[in-house]
């Protein structure tokens, strides 16, 4: 018997590129007919591209809404729970990923309060409205699972020079990112020498895991899970 999410409503982060839309195009094939996918991101295009991808692709039952907004700022946060209210509330689980976030900027740069207010938003606070915001549209009752996921790296676990904001190794844009443009030298060339030496993980290797995780259901609410562990 082959096995799925049943009837779901997923909402993913950071959707637009990189490990967020590899996470789409994975889960799509494991939910049944009348879910629905809420993709959030800041780049409206790349979503309506991967939105017709899932389309064409994947099952004409499943609903796909893009969600092109600035988690940083309290509007967008809203515009992201505002589609999950209008979903149809029989569903068997909700899943929320976040995986939203920015390493581009060094925190010796941050002289102006509102605007590390705005980065540490996009970073951090989004997280927590988001899911405070979903889990009150969508009110827990038997036979209803809610699954919040953090993705995140090393850099919760462990400090990273000039990352003090953002709390991978996948090959994603945003390790493309650190290994062109942190401000950190070490930080810089571990991650060059990591890409260059073939050890990162593609972001279908780590979603694998993921999804086998969820599916066998057997992990502990709040556990801390490193692919390398599992």
Known sequence: MDRNFGKALVIITGASRGFGRSLAISVAPLLSA?????????????????????????????????????????AGVERVVAETRSSDPEIDRLMLFHNAGDVSRYCRDFTDLDELNSYMSLNVSSALCLTAGVLQAVPGR????????????????????????????????????????????????????????????????????????????KYTSGDHLDYYDL
Not at 158 to 169: E, I, K, L, N
Request: a neutral charge; one cysteine or more.
């Open 34 to 74: 009348g879910s629905v996918m809420v993709l959030a991101a800041r780049s409206g295009d790349r979503l309506e591209e991967l939105q017709r991808e899932l389309n064409v692709t994947g099952k004409t039952n499943l609903t796909v809404r893009c969600a092109a907004v600035d988690l940083g700022c309290k």
């Open 142 to 217: 038997t036979g209803l699972k809610r699954i919040i996921v953090n993705i995140s790296s090393l850099c919760a676990v462990r400090p990273f020079p000039t990352w003090v904001q953002y709390c991978r190794p996948l090959d994603t844009d945003m390790q493309l990112e650190a290994r062109s443009n942190s401000a950190d030298d070490n930080i810089r060339n571990t991650c060059s020498l990591l890409h260059a030496n073939g050890q990162l993980l593609t972001c279908e290797q780590s979603i694998s895991k993921l999804l086998a995780v969820l599916l066998d259901d």
